[in-house]
Structures are given as C-alpha cells and as structure tokens.
C-alpha cells in the first residue's frame, strides 16, 4: 500500500507561484506514474496534470504552459510546479499514485489527503 503525503499549497495572489509536493512512503518506482488532480466546490475531481514512469508529462488544457510536473526519485517526491495562478485555480489539489501502462498514466487506488489552494484576485 503506497502512503502519500502532500505539502505545499496555500494562500497566493494573482499572477504568483506555488509549488505543490506528493511525497511517496515507497520507492516511487513502485508508484510507477503520478496523477495530480483538483476539485472546486461542488464539482467532481478534474486531472490537472500526470507523469509517467518514463518521465513523460501531460496537462489538462487549462494549465498547459503554467504548470509543470516534476519528479525527484532519490526524496520519492513528485512536484507540481504552479505558476501564473489565477483565482480560477483556486480548489482542492489531490495526487494519485497510478500506473503506466503503454505511454499513459492510469488512475490508481492512493490519493494524497489533499492540498488547498486559493488565488486571490
């Protein structure tokens, strides 16, 4: 069972930058792939961004271009760069450990307990 934990998020102004952590309690091998997600009140989670076990990267339309995923294998930690923050931004970031299979991340079973971030205007 993978334990996740996450750290970072907060309170920023417009046009500022956070950076989000997802800190594996295994090898992140084992997590193989990394689905960062968020959810803004009363809405369903949405994927954000996700990294594969090859390093690939891919983002939801919303953020391509501000956000960038990042891994550091020897802290078993995966990163989410988040920069140009906008108060649409604002909401409930999750990680996901998943797995890769082709070139794709898959969603997996252990979420981080959550991370709340708020843009203001």
């Known amino acids: 069972q993978v334990r996740l934990v996450q750290s970072g998020g907060g309170l920023v102004q417009a046009g500022g930058s956070l950076r989000l952590s997802c800190a594996a309690s295994?090898?992140?091998?084992?997590?193989?792939?990394v689905g960062w997600y968020r959810q803004f009140p009363g809405k369903q989670r949405e994927l954000v961004a996700t990294?594969?076990?090859?390093?690939?990267?891919d983002y939801n339309g919303s953020v391509k271009g501000r956000f960038i995923l990042s891994r550091d294998t020897a802290k078993n930690t995966v990163y989410l760069q988040m920069d140009s923050l906008s108060p649409g931004d604002t909401a409930l970031y999750y990680c996901?450990?998943?797995?890769?299979?082709?070139?794709?991340?898959?969603?997996?079973?252990?979420w981080g307990q959550g991370t709340q971030v708020i843009v203001s205007a």
């Open positions: 996901n450990a998943g797995k890769t299979i082709g070139q794709y991340y898959y969603q997996g079973d252990s």
């Open positions: 295994g090898s992140i091998s084992s997590i193989d792939a």
């Open positions: 990294i594969t076990s090859q390093g690939s990267t």
